[in-house]
């Protein structure tokens, strides 16, 4: 029992040590964080011509300064719950119904960036970042819909050989307008280099466009 204890302990007095140096290390190199909200426009790449699809993106972000480099270079990183996919409309030849359908695809992301700022004031100043994401597919669902009317539903769109595949990664930018070292404006895009699609001889990629408002605290 008291070698138990005393592994135990040493494992507390371990981890408590890590997070200590964690945190100083952290402080010392300019560690922020903060959160993010904004709207994506996805429109896939590939073998579709799809229409603009809007849905949410929110998260956290942190920001860690790398003034071993130079002043102003920074890593972003982030964890973001971001809606993808694309909306489609066509007409049937029998009857002339018009009928349309939407994918949704709903990803956790965490984008890994490096970026550099400019200050152009005491308070505002111009900031752009690079650098690849990793994300994988939550939930997702279609929606087909004729005349107007949803008349069809289907949530299991990842399993099956026709589904899409969960994971997913690809590379980013973002350029944007910092004030008063706490708001953020921010432009970006995602560009998926993976097919998602499990079927074969079928490309779908995925690309997004975002506007996003963070605070850094």
Known sequence: MKVKSLFIMSKLFTIICLLCMTSTFLSAQDFKYGFTGGV???????????????GLLVG?????????????????FGLQLSAK???MQYATPVNGDERHYTENLNYLVVPVHIGYKIECSKSVSLFANVG????????GKHKSYRNGKKFHTESDIFSGEYGY????WGCGFNVGVEYAKHFQLSFGADWSLMNVSKTNNYTYKNRSFTFSLGYIL
């Open 40 to 54: 994506n426009l996805s429109k896939p790449m590939g073998d579709i011509e799809p229409q603009c699809q809007a």
């Open 60 to 76: 956290t972000k942190g920001e860690l300064g790398i003034p071993s480099v130079t002043k102003g270079f920074y890593t972003e």
């Open 85 to 87: 996919g694309y909306k």
């Open 132 to 139: 690849p994401y990793a994300g994988v597919a939550l939930w």
């Open 165 to 168: 595949k969960r994971f997913d």
